[in-house]
């Protein structure tokens, strides 16, 4: 069984991007536009232990923010079991890990990262 411990570099420039956004939405006040690429970083990264677990950190903080105890449980949660189920690539993929949807469940992958997705496994195959 692989385990996953480094996230690839052009799924990382991804990830990067979307915290990015995150950012800057939630800078400018634009919750729901920052949440959404909260939850698309998540998708990003949710196969690599860091980067899993630092978006569902993101996410607590998010809920401590708009004060949703709902969110701030769900998160606590999740970051106890996140990192580790990236480790041995045991994640429900497509999930936008926010409290609202099941931890376990698969979701539809955006195009766009299902697209990154792909060009990755096209260079894990070049190597």
Same mark, same amino acid.
């Given at each position: 069984?692989?385990?996953?411990?480094?996230?690839?570099? #052009?799924?990382?420039?991804?990830?990067?991007?979307? !915290?990015?956004?995150?950012?800057?939405? #939630?800078?400018?006040?634009?919750?729901?536009?920052?949440?959404?690429?909260?939850?698309?970083?998540?998708?990003?990264?949710?196969?690599?232990?860091?980067?899993?677990?630092?978006?569902?950190?993101?996410? !607590?903080?998010?809920?401590?923010?708009?004060?949703?105890?709902?969110?701030?449980?769900?998160?606590?949660?999740?970051?106890?079991?996140?990192?580790?189920?990236?480790?041995? &690539?045991?994640?429900? !993929?497509?999930?936008?890990?926010?409290? &609202?949807?099941?931890?376990?469940?698969?979701?539809?992958?955006? &195009?766009?990262?299902?697209?990154?997705?792909?060009? &990755?496994?096209?260079?894990?195959? !070049?190597?």
């Amino acid at each position: 069984m692989p385990f996953n411990t480094k996230i690839p570099l #052009l799924l990382k420039k991804a990830y990067k991007e979307e !915290l990015k956004q995150y950012n800057h939405y #939630l800078e400018n006040g634009q919750y729901s536009n920052a949440w959404h690429h909260l939850e698309r970083s998540h998708i990003v990264g949710q196969s690599y232990p860091l980067e899993h677990t630092y978006s569902h950190w993101l996410m !607590l903080k998010f809920g401590f923010r708009q004060k949703d105890t709902k969110e701030i449980l769900g998160q606590i949660i999740r970051m106890l079991v996140g990192g580790w189920k990236s480790f041995i &690539n045991h994640v429900p !993929l497509g999930n936008t890990g926010g409290a &609202n949807v099941p931890s376990l469940k698969r979701m539809p992958i955006p &195009n766009d990262i299902k697209e990154i997705f792909k060009i &990755n496994e096209k260079k894990k195959k !070049l190597v």
